[in-house]
């Protein structure tokens, strides 16, 4: 059994066509893109010691491997991190019985002062589990009428997943899903992506656990809605980390005058609350 670092080496990997490394077409193959011998030369490391990686036999490669295999595999930035990041929760050191907790849901008095001060804008707190902690009256707008919002806790992922509106109020539907479920790797604990991963894993299906286990770092663009009022918004994301709680506010920001004047109207025709 495989584990998340060697299955994202072994993704990455397989997207790689020898070719675009000046390495030679050595004819019709079993199985897509680099093979291993190829990648663990270019590494510096043995076959067996790659093998093992991928199949989770061997659980402690040093930062040094890291890098070499990052280098090998021509990973940008983000795709660096996240190998660090799952080599670190892949270790030993984190091979622990882990039991599904929920996560603490608090947002801190003075980030809810911060979200109002946004106000009339675009804006929500969130955490790497995808839960909506808090909001502005400008995104409970945007989101009215697409059941975004309808569930006591909503959690962006279990919407995307579970709601069939989500695939149309999100035009990028597979993109947007890339992103929330990447970012699942991000939560703040194993126990809290565990908590999520076991109670939606059931009910997602495949199109959540296989993104889940692709680990493909997404390339996140200007966010397109399709409005349940006819309107088309087109937002950039302004993503401001808050580390200590491992939650994040996100502004969402007009990316042309059409939606900005599709959000002023939807705000005026929000109920007024009480009425």
């Known amino acids: ?22 390495l030679p077409e050595r004819g019709r193959r079993r199985s897509p893109g ?9 590494a510096g490391i043995s076959v067996e010691y790659l093998t093992r ?9 040093s930062p040094s491997v890291i890098n ?3 280098g090998a595999l021509r990973l ?15 270790s030993d050191e984190c091979s622990v019985d882990i039991r599904p907790v929920p996560p603490p ?12 001060l946004l106000e009339p804008g675009v804006a929500i707190v969130t955490n790497r589990l995808g839960d909506i902690l808090a909001h502005t009256t400008g995104y409970q707008s945007v989101a009215t009428g697409t059941g975004l919002l309808d569930a006591a ?59 889940l286990n692709r680990h493909r770092v997404p390339r ?3 966010l397109r809605l399709n409005h349940p009022a006819g309107h088309r918004l087109r937002l950039h994301r302004e993503t401001l980390e808050l580390p200590a709680e491992s939650q994040q506010l996100v502004v969402f920001l007009p990316a042309d005058d059409q939606t900005t004047r599709a959000i002023d109207q939807l705000k005026a025709s929000r109920p007024i609350e009480g009425s």
């Open 220 to 222: 996140r663009g200007v």
């Open 53 to 61: 990686i991928e199949q989770g036999r061997d659980r402690n490669p």
């Open 153 to 211: 806790r909503p959690n962006l992922n279990r919407y995307l997943f579970t709601d069939s509106r989500a695939r149309t109020f999100f035009a990028d539907w597979d993109d947007v899903a890339d992103e929330q479920t990447f970012d699942l790797w991000q939560a703040p604990s194993l126990e809290n992506l565990e908590w999520l991963t076991a109670e939606l894993t059931p009910i997602a299906g495949p199109d959540f656990t296989s993104r």
């Open 105 to 116: 849901r608090d947002v801190r008095p003075s980030v809810l002062r911060t979200l109002r």
């Open 76 to 90: 940008d930035l983000p795709e660096h991190n996240h190998l660090r990041y799952l080599a670190k929760i892949t």
């Open 1 to 22: 059994m495989g584990t998340p670092l060697g299955n994202f080496i072994r993704a990455k990997r397989d997207s790689i066509q020898p070719e675009s490394l000046g």
């Open 34 to 42: 680099l093979r291993r011998l190829d990648l663990a030369t270019w």
């Open 68 to 70: 070499a295999l990052a």
